[in-house]
């Protein structure tokens, strides 16, 4: 699907309204008296990035949205059409002047270079305290195939420009900041699906980094993780290949994904539905059909892979590809 690209200019009642079509039920406040914003605007599949010039103003959400089906947000207040009942994250990307940023007891001061997570649905702070230029990016929290703890752990960290993994993941977005326009094509799904690929690493570095170093449960942990997802096409991965694979007793393998609030039954069925998920939205992939996606993963029932489809994205792969590519889709 080619990017939908729009240029927005706007005063603070109209920046309210522009802005509650894909960020609901936030509040935003300005004591400037002629305040303006504008933005460029782009859409490529469930993914949005705003390139946004504003003069200073507060954003704050103080609930929780709920995230499932036929959701309403708070105070009951109808969830806008259009607006996807699944969690979303939020990258935010300062270009100039700086932001505070609060989420789940953290606070970070995002300065030009710097970059950070924070979830769209939970409660967060964010302060513009004079005028500023930032990229925000929003997509499904799903894309980064984390545990809600291991999520809890990165939002409001900062990233730099400066140091470390920072210096190859941040001038990729830095880019896509400045060439907006020109994210259209087969290719520009692919593109920003890799800039957030990166900046997971990059994340998941720096918690570790912060830690001391993972633990050696930690790195088996990690090498359960890449078998998976090395054998995804096979129809027999299995808690108990698993296990083998890591010479360990099927419990253990139990007890490390327990440890991170997983089953390895469940983390398999979601990683394949997730990939499957992100083949349907490539227009790379727009003449395989569902079933051949679904192959490529390990799952062979057509049957079952619409339903499982159903209950983690809550539309049917169809409805899911016709959504984000849309035009009429292979079946």
């Not at 799903?142 to 190859?168: C, F, K, N, W």
């Not at 907006?180 to 998941?204: N, Q, Y």
């Not at 449960?217 to 998976?228: E, G, K, M, P, W």
């Not at 490539?282 to 209950?311: C, E, M, N, W």
Request: glycine share 6%.
């Amino acid at each position: 699907m080619m990017a939908r690209v729009a240029d927005i200019s706007a005063d603070l009642t109209q920046w309210r309204s522009w802005i509650s079509k894909s960020f609901p039920g936030l509040e935003i406040t300005s004591t400037e008296p002629n305040f303006h914003a504008s933005a460029d605007y782009a859409r490529l599949g469930d993914v949005e990035l705003f390139a946004m010039h504003t003069d200073a103003h507060h954003v704050r959400r103080r609930t929780t949205l709920n995230t499932t089906p036929g959701a309403t947000m708070p105070p009951g207040v109808p969830m806008p059409p259009g607006v996807p009942a699944t969690a979303l994250c939020k990258l935010s990307l300062q270009i100039d002047g700086h932001t505070l940023l609060t989420q789940d007891s953290r606070s970070c001061c995002l300065q030009p270079g710097d970059l950070a997570l924070y979830v769209a649905h939970r409660p967060y702070e964010i302060d513009y305290p004079g005028a500023q230029h930032s990229l925000v990016m929003l997509f499904p929290e799903s894309y980064l195939h984390l545990s809600p703890a291991q999520l809890a752990e990165i939002t409001a960290v900062p990233i730099s420009r400066d140091h470390g993994l920072g210096r190859v993941a941040i001038p990729l977005f830095e880019e896509l900041t400045k060439n907006i326009e020109l994210l259209a094509g087969p290719h520009a799904h692919a593109l920003v699906r890799s800039a957030l690929d990166m900046v997971v690493t990059v994340l998941h570095e720096q918690v570790s980094s912060q830690r001391g170093g993972p633990a050696p449960s930690t790195l088996l942990f990690q090498r359960a993780v890449d078998h998976i997802a090395q054998h995804l096409h096979d129809p027999d991965l299995t808690p108990t290949t698993l296990a083998n694979h890591l010479f360990v007793s099927v419990r253990y393998v139990h007890s490390l994904f327990s440890d991170h609030g997983l089953t390895v039954a469940a983390y398999i069925r979601q990683q394949r539905l997730l990939h499957i998920h992100q083949d349907l939205a490539d227009p790379r992939y727009a003449q395989d059909t569902v079933q051949s996606i679904s192959q490529r993963y390990g799952l062979h029932d057509p049957s079952y892979v619409s339903k499982a489809f159903r209950a983690e994205f809550h539309e049917s792969p169809r409805e899911y590809r016709g959504r984000v590519l849309g035009r009429a889709s292979s079946s």
